[in-house]
Nanobody
Framework: QVQLVESGGGLVQAGGSLRLSCAAS????????MGWFRQAPGKEREFVAA????????YYADSVKGRFTISRDNAKNTLYLQMNSLKPEDTAVYYC????????????????WGQGTQVTVSS
């Protein structure tokens, strides 16, 4: 089992940046592919980004490509999401999750989830 705890959310103006972190505990962090999802009010949860076990391969939703960067530090058991050039439409609760499948983009492909961290982008 894996426990995941997100942090780093907050309120930022459009054009600003935030870095989210996801601290993992439990089974070996490096044995899991990881991903970020988000859920805006009244909308379904959607894929944002994913990263392979060693961090060598990354995947992004078209809506964030070029603005967001996913990374991981296996020595620190931590996943990151650097978010730049933020837009009001990026406002959502952001979740990290673990998966046995590299590059997974569907919710059902992820086994363990954090509780989420709120990101609000003002215009």
């Amino acid at each position: 089992q894996v426990q995941l705890v997100e942090s780093g959310g907050g309120l930022v103006q459009a054009g600003g940046s935030l870095r989210l972190s996801c601290a993992a505990s439990g089974r070996t962090f490096s044995s899991y592919a990881m991903g970020w999802f988000r859920q805006a009010p009244g909308k379904e949860r959607e894929f944002v980004a994913a990263i392979s076990r060693r961090g060598l391969t990354t995947y992004y939703a078209d809506s964030v490509k070029g603005r967001f960067t996913i990374s991981r530090d296996n020595a620190k058991n931590t996943l990151y999401l650097q978010m730049n050039s933020l837009k009001p439409e990026d406002t959502a609760v952001y979740y990290c999750a673990s998966s046995a499948k590299v590059g997974a983009r569907r919710e059902y492909e992820y086994d363990y989830w954090g509780q989420g961290t709120q990101v609000t982008v003002s215009s």
